[in-house]
């Protein structure tokens, strides 16, 4: 959550310039057994993407949770962009694919944010899954297969209250 707080804090201004709301809606509490980097580097690439191909006046929301059954975290950015149709939808995420958007102009970027975003959910066992319509949006849902850190507190409360734990 904190990670995920900073990284929206520090894109803030550019959404700003851009007439772009950045929302934050549910975001996973604790810890997890992810690398910062890895978790901001996916976090940031996403945004910026959607930043990139929302028209002023639009909404980007972040969202996260973590399902204990499945031990997943999973990190959603939903827009209210150019979309992608569905013939790309695939091979969006191959290296050095950009697809061309009639309102939208992708200076300086070679196509990799979305293959190094797959890249790092799969390292973490997880994925991709994109949800898209021309028009309409783009949500982007990355899967990572990580541990639930405890918190510290609650960690010295589970020693303090086991048995086994007289050493
Ligand atoms: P880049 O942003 O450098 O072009 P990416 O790998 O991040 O490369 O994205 C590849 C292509 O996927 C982009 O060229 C763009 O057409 C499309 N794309 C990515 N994110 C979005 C989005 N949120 N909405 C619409 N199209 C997107």
Redesign the pocket.
């Known amino acids: 959550r904190e990670k995920t707080e900073q990284v929206a804090r520090s894109m803030a201004p550019q959404f700003r310039e851009r007439s772009v709301s950045l929302e934050k809606e549910d975001v996973a509490d604790g810890r997890f057994s992810i690398s910062n980097e890895h978790f901001t580097s996916v976090l940031s690439?996403?945004l910026?993407?959607?930043l990139?191909?929302?028209p002023p006046g639009g909404t980007v929301a972040i969202s996260s949770k973590w399902d204990e059954q499945a031990k997943e975290l999973i990190l959603r950015?939903r827009?209210s962009?150019?979309?992608?149709a569905p013939e790309?939808q695939k091979r969006?995420?191959d290296k050095f694919?950009?697809?061309?958007?009639r309102d939208?102009s992708?200076p300086g970027?070679?196509?990799?944010?979305?293959?190094?975003?797959r890249e790092i959910a799969l390292r973490y066992h997880g994925g991709v899954e994109l949800e898209?319509a021309l028009g309409k949006?783009?949500t982007?849902t990355v899967r990572f297969k990580v541990q639930r850190v405890p918190e510290m507190e609650k960690d010295l409360l589970a020693v303090s209250n086991n048995e086994a734990s007289t050493l």
């Open positions: 690439n996403l910026s993407n959607a990139k191909y929302t950015v827009d962009g150019v979309g992608i790309d969006i995420f694919v950009q697809i061309k958007h939208a992708t970027s070679v196509g990799l944010g979305l293959a190094i975003v898209s949006g783009s982007f």
